[in-house]
């Protein structure tokens, strides 16, 4: 464990030459990560793309405190991992293209065609699960000290695969929970701080639900509509029943316009967003299939020239910046009605970078933080396996992360998660040991494939589309 005051830590991103990049380094040069980190490395296969996001680095205002990090650019793990403390790894197995791939090979099959859910995200872990492993075993003989802070998606089933070689020395984030969380609690004028004593998150990556929203509001906070005192409810206990009940409050935010009034009051709670696919699985399938572009082929396009561009630009950072925003307006675009923009605060960023960052501050300096992560279940949910990987709120230190007590799940809680778990642990199986079956399985059984022959179907698929899948079983 390093002192908060000692020299800086050594951070190895794999990935290094992905678009979201920047983010982590703005906060690492200012604000109150500065300092933490003396060293960036960037390893990337492609030299070009990291060296052109070294550029936007490079071209970022200067920190007003600390010295910003010093970067270098590595294409080998072999150069890159001794001396590492900390590892974020964003890593995009087959690229732009596999992406695109993950989603018209499902869209042709009748199926979802979205990056993370369904018949795609089982097709992403089965590239993106090899390739971290072989990342997790590198650190197991190169920079065995090290923790793996793990951004690579699908982000739940990549960790609890990882977790197999790196046990409790990986940590899977992502912002859309947190993001969640930040989002109700402004709706209602609630201040968490850095606790989540009273936030009660449950679920897996990509499908959970906030259940509770409990805190003490900021002075002149939590008035009513017409600036009369607070109610009783909104000085102390569960803020989320009368928000739920509140849809002037709840068209404040994304996902209370997501959902709707109506669907959030039967359910009692606020789901993540990603749970549009299941909740309005026929018609967010009827606005991917309708739309001229997917979502990947969008960005494969606004990218093509980007990185050639901010190889050349007299402002790279300002460059990539227009980029980022343009990149971010498209998010989740099927789910919003024509027209209708993401909320400015969106659009700034800072989400799961200040996760990661967070998870690393606590990791190296021992000072505990509470997030909502990707962790080993335990007993949590008795209803699930030990070592499943779960999301839900964790507090942080030198030692790992550990998750908070939580309530017990309601049955549709339960049954959606334990279903998908099931084909998140036999996509999990079928990377791992080259099974086919185990894959076939977790196509056929993913609640958003309602057909044996089509799982069937958008298996062959995949491996058309990837020769390499085809190649991969050893069954």
Sequence with gaps: MRSSTGPGATLVIVGGGGFRVPLVYRALADGPFAGLVSDVVLLDASAERARAIARVLHAMPPPTGSPAPAVRVETDLAHALPGADIVFAAVRSGGADGRVLDERVALEAGLLGQETVGAGGISYALRSIPDMLRLATAMRQLAPEAWLINFTNPAGMVTEAVSGVLCHRVIGICDSASGLVTRAARAVGLDLGDSLAGVDYVGLNHLGWLRRLDGGASAGQERGHDGGSPSPAARDGDRLPALLADPLRLGSFEEGRLFGPSLLSSLGALPNEYLFYYYFHREALRAIRGADRTRGEILRDQQQGLYPRLAEAVDP?????????????????????????????????????????????ALLTGRPAELVLNVRNGTTFPELPETAVVEVPAVVDASGAAPRPAAPLTAHQLGLMAAVKAVEQDTVRAAVHRDRTAALRAFAGHPLIDSFHAATAVLAGYERAFPALAEFWTD
């Design 317 to 361: 950072f300002g460059a990539w910046e227009d980029a980022r925003r343009e990149r971010e307006s498209g998010y989740l675009a099927e789910a919003r009605p024509a027209g209708e923009q993401r909320d400015e605060a969106d659009l700034a960023g800072g989400g799961y970078e200040r996760v990661a960052l967070r998870v690393m501050r």
